[in-house]
């Protein structure tokens, strides 16, 4: 049978091992955010055509908005106009070429018929989204400026999650 005083040292020592073990295994423990709630998915990159013609302004961005229009391009990416209340945004070829909104870049969504946009959608296993204009979402992406329109854009975009 053991003392009082050597209980207490186990239980201390238990307390000590315990506390020990939480800290060094916790961040193993912590759920981890669903990919593009809380960041960008960097891997999108390997599947953008010519990603040089990409400026980044910022490496990862969330947006609010409406959708407006949704348009289906040849490199397979959907081209979503998005009627944000932040117009600092947009730049003047926002307003100008795309009525104000900023636009969204989902890549490899549908079929591609650019021939040399076919090579860096091979193998893209998602992220895909099923969106519609009239759609409340909250966008997560590179907030890039694009050089060969001039606009600024989500691109690639991480998640489209629908609000309320």
């Not at 506390?19 to 593009?36: D, E, S, V």
């Not at 969106?131 to 997560?140: H, I, K, L, S, Y």
Request: charged residues 25%; aromatic residues 6%.
């Amino acid at each position: 049978m053991m003392t009082r005083s050597e209980r207490k040292l186990l239980l201390t020592a238990l307390t000590l091992a315990l506390a020990l073990a939480t800290w060094m295994l916790g961040p193993l423990l912590k759920p981890k955010p669903p990919q593009g709630s809380a960041g960008c998915d960097a891997a999108l990159w390997n599947h953008v055509y010519r990603p040089q013609r990409l400026e980044i302004i910022e490496e990862c961005k969330t947006v609010e908005g409406v959708i407006e229009k949704v348009l289906r391009e040849a490199d397979g990416d959907l081209q979503i106009r998005l009627d944000v209340e932040d117009k600092s945004l947009l730049n003047e070829r926002n307003f100008s070429g795309q009525h104000g909104m900023l636009v969204l870049e989902p890549i490899c969504q549908k079929r591609i018929t650019q021939a040399n946009a076919i090579e860096p959608c091979r193998n893209y296993a998602g992220p895909f989204f099923e969106v519609r204009a009239g759609m409340r979402v909250r966008v997560t992406g590179a907030f890039v400026l694009d050089h060969d329109h001039g606009w600024r854009e989500i691109h690639p975009v991480t998640s489209i999650v629908p609000i309320p």
